[in-house]
């Protein structure tokens, strides 16, 4: 069975620090892997991964994807509080479907 | 626990028929939220729902897609003279009370219209 599994469920850190989400996958003719920024309505899109080992980047943002350890990374540095979210994570596979994984909630005190 | 459930995960419809598009919440849930997701592009909202309530429709078309969460059963997302342009894959999460809780989402349902 297709699955998307994050860690941690949770997480809550201190402004100015560096935070690194995971995100696991089981996903049949796996495509790409999204990240993607929920704070109200619509997550917001970060990232799309299909190659092993580029790093994508986007100011304190950056991720990569293991397609043979079957996993990404988040990292977020210099953590600031408007980066209080949750993180998802989702296996795109097939022809467009998708499967989100159960979000990693990040709190950043000031 | 079984998370979202969404059925069916695939719906093919001719031009001018009526899709319906359930979503079974996670256990202990009440409340609802339905996307939708065009090809090549992000999560669109489109309602927040709580039992028998419509919280926030803000992000629906006005004309043809309704959307209902009665007290009893699924939560389901109408689209009635479904037109081409409504292709797409219809995703909804739940969460146990507000918008600010963390939504779980569900495997979604991919949408044709021929």
């Known amino acids: 069975e297709d699955k998307v599994v994050q860690s941690p469920l949770s997480l809550v850190v201190h402004e100015g620090d560096t935070v690194t989400l995971n995100c696991s996958y089981e996903v049949t003719n796996f495509r790409s892997l999204l990240w993607y920024k929920q704070e109200k309505k619509a997550p917001t899109f970060l990232f799309m991964l299909?190659?092993?080992?580029i790093e994508k980047k986007s100011g304190r943002l950056s991720s990569i994807l293991d397609k043979k350890e079957l996993f990404s990374i988040l990292n977020i540095t210099a953590t600031q509080t408007g980066d209080s979210a949750v993180y998802l994570c989702?296996?795109?596979?097939?022809?467009?479907?998708?499967?989100f994984g159960a979000g990693t909630r990040l709190t950043v005190k000031p | 626990n079984a998370g979202v459930m969404q059925n069916p995960r695939h719906l093919v419809r001719r031009r001018g028929q009526e899709a319906r598009l359930r979503c079974s919440p996670m256990k202990g849930h009440s409340h609802v939220y339905w996307y939708r997701q065009l090809p090549e592009e992000g999560l669109k909202f489109m309602v927040y729902?709580?039992?028998?309530?419509?919280?926030?429709e803000s992000g629906m078309p006005k004309e043809r897609f309704s959307a209902e969460f009665p007290k009893e059963g699924p939560s389901i997302l109408r689209i009635q003279q479904v037109v081409r342009g409504d292709s797409a894959a219809y995703f909804c999460?739940?969460?146990?009370?507000?918008?600010?809780?963390?939504?779980?989402f569900g495997p979604g349902t991919r949408l044709l219209v021929l």
């Open positions: 729902l709580q039992k028998e309530n419509i919280i926030d």
């Open positions: 999460a739940s969460s146990p009370r507000t918008v600010q809780e963390t939504q779980y």
């Open positions: 989702a296996g795109a596979y097939n022809n467009n479907d998708m499967r």
């Open positions: 299909t190659s092993s080992g």
